[in-house]
């Protein structure tokens, strides 16, 4: 992969990958374009529950699609009102999102409720909950689904919104469709966030955001260099409704290539059909949160291994929550031997606010690992390498970000730029940053046009919330500025203190954990002082179906709480130095989320708090 200085003087900090810049300056022309230029060459590919291809859509086929949709939305909505959409799958999804960039409309994909929408207050499920607090912040004007009659959508708005079936097409000509083209400033779609710090909050997404970041992620996927962009092929399980499953489509169909989609729930229950549809479609890149890949390594059995071939699997993408170092070293050692290259792996960094991508791209030098020394990035918030082995921690590289980004790392007391090797908030600012919030100028502000102290320029920024360091030219993200927790003067990161209790004992849930504060009388939530002076440190773990099963009939349940809890108690303090106080096991799936897997921790304090946690009881 060819890469490009990012200033006139070349140092090895400074190298950036080469970008191309797309043919278009919003995305209804880059599909008009491929629908005149590609109109057979295959842009979609939907895979059933089985695996098995159930549709394909080539470049005409969905133009076709998008059109037939658009006249249809002529007539109820017009440009700049907010269309829902809410599809159980992505077949008729990219045809309905590109539906309504032909008609104007803003686009907010959102999860169908696994149970129907609640009417109040109280709410069915995670899904609903969101769906309905997303309702209430944009108010749609309509909304577009396929085949979900059994969740009365129509009925949840009491009639007054109309709820369309989009796989019924009008069989409009493509001639009706106006040609309508927007504005590159013009907002394409609301991408909420995931909801694991807040309340989802509606990111406004221009034309000109999804261009740029498009075009970031083909550079740092290195999409100019094939000779056929029909080898640009992504093979995603994520959803269609989160910033990085919609990448997963949106980027191959700005290139020209191909996107071959399944279910969560199909990976879910059996995740070798990710990576058979991988061999089968020679996929060139997937994404997955940290714990897809995990799960993998946990799932997919040795005579499966035998039958996959990912030779041509050049870009594993691992994002949307912290990446493990443990999680790399097991991925590649379970599938080198299925032609998995060691460089395809690529930890990367990215946030709904930033439409999806900030950085990710690698040098051949890069390491995927830092060893650095905890105390001194805990204490002295700097980063020092070669520690003694006894004060060592490892961080995971999240690579370069485009030479079209600015990125600096800021310290949160005086808003000034770190050091060098200073740890502090990731700010950044570029043509994929969003403007800001639907509907909320004081939080947009407060995040969105943030300016760094003494600072004349005019130049803003958006604050990440996002804590991590640069060393030699590389990003490295440790944790959330709202997840540190101070215990006898020092800090600590929840993430560090969850990825411990991961690895304290094999019955705990890979992914399944979460660290806080509980509050006591006359103590804040984020400080922890000598035992019995402050909050009590926590620990919350799913337990592994593996390991509850393995006690029928004549395990030892009681036996195995006490050595888990101790443990959990003796590996956080040996390595942190920290009283673990309660250690509280779940069942499998205990643990809130949202609806990309993310543990939602505020959530599950306050469950905890409140008594509402699925816990582990001996006679279970």
Request: hydrophobic content about 40%; some cysteine; charged content about 20%.
């Amino acid at each position: 992969m060819s890469v490009t200085p990012h200033a006139t003087d070349i140092h090895a900090e400074d190298i950036h990958p080469t970008a191309v810049p797309l043919p278009a300056q919003d995305l209804v022309e880059l599909l008009t374009r491929h629908a005149r230029t590609r109109p057979d060459h295959t842009a979609l590919v939907h895979l059933g529950p089985d695996g098995t291809e159930v549709a394909r859509l080539s470049y005409g086929q969905l133009h076709e699609e998008a059109c037939d949709l658009a006249v249809r939305l002529g007539g109820i909505a017009a440009p700049g009102e907010r269309a829902l959409l809410a599809y159980p799958d992505s077949r008729h999804f990219a045809s309905a999102l590109f539906g309504c960039l032909y008609a104007g409309l803003v686009a907010v994909p959102v999860p169908l409720p696994t149970v129907p929408l609640p009417t109040g207050p109280a709410s069915g499920g995670r899904a609903s909950a969101r769906t309905a607090s997303v309702i209430e912040d944009c108010a749609p004007e309509l909304v577009l689904t396929a085949g979900s009659e059994e969740y009365d959508l129509a009925g949840h708005f009491g009639g007054n919104v109309p709820v369309l079936d989009t796989s019924q097409r009008l069989g409009a000509p493509v001639g009706r469709w106006q040609g309508y083209r927007p504005s590159p400033d013009d907002v394409a779609l609301l991408q909420y966030t995931s909801g694991s710090t807040s309340v989802p909050r509606g990111v406004r997404l221009t034309h000109r955001n999804f261009i740029g970041n498009l075009t970031d992620i083909l550079a740092a996927q290195g999409v100019g260099e094939l000779a056929d962009p029909a080898h640009f092929v992504t093979v995603s399980w994520l959803p269609h409704f989160h910033d990085m499953g919609l990448a997963q489509i949106l980027a191959p169909l700005s290139a020209g290539g191909s996107s071959v989609q399944m279910s969560p729930t199909a990976f879910l229950r059996k995740p070798a059909a990710w990576l058979r549809a991988i061999t089968r479609y020679r996929g060139y890149s997937a994404s997955a949160p940290n714990f897809g890949y995990d799960r993998c390594v946990d799932r997919v059995t040795d005579a499966e291994k035998a039958e996959l071939d990912l030779t041509h699997w050049r870009v594993a993408l691992n994002g949307a929550e912290p990446v493990r170092p443990g999680t790399l070293a097991r991925f590649l050692a379970a599938f080198e031997p299925c032609g998995l290259a060691p460089a395809a792996l690529s930890p990367s960094y990215g946030l709904a606010e930033s439409t999806v991508y900030v950085s990710g791209f690698r040098a051949p030098w890069d390491p995927l690992t830092l060893t650095v020394s905890a105390r001194a990035a805990d204490e002295d918030k700097r980063v020092v390498t070669d520690p003694d082995p006894a004060d060592a921690r490892v961080y995971v590289g999240c690579g370069r970000w485009p030479g079209s980004t600015r990125l600096v790392v800021v310290d949160p007391s005086t808003g000034g730029e770190c050091p060098a090797d200073g740890i502090g908030e990731i700010w950044i600012r570029g043509a994929g940053v969003s403007g800001g919030y639907w509907r909320q100028d004081e939080a947009s502000g407060d995040k969105f046009r943030a300016t760094l102290a003494g600072d004349t320029s005019g130049e803003t920024f958006l604050r990440t919330g996002d804590l991590g360091f640069v060393h030699e030219g590389q990003l490295f993200v440790i944790g959330r500025r709202d997840s540190v927790m101070v215990v006898n003067g020092r800090n600590h990161h929840a993430e560090d203190i969850e990825q411990t209790v991961t690895a304290s004992h094999p019955a705990v849930a890979v992914g399944g954990t979460a660290a806080f504060l509980a509050e006591t009388e006359g103590a804040g939530p984020e400080r922890a002082g000598p035992e019995g002076t402050g909050p009590a440190v926590v620990v919350v773990a799913e337990l592994r179906r593996e390991a509850l099963a393995a006690l029928s009939p004549a395990g030892d349940p009681a036996g195995l709480r006490a050595e888990v809890t101790a443990a959990v108690q003796a590996k956080v303090f040996a390595e942190h130095q920290v009283a673990v106080t309660r250690v509280e096991l779940l069942l499998p799936g205990g643990l809130p989320r949202t609806t990309s897997g993310k543990v939602q921790r505020a959530v599950c304090h306050r469950m905890w708090r409140d008594g509402g946690l699925r816990r582990w009881r001996c006679e279970e």
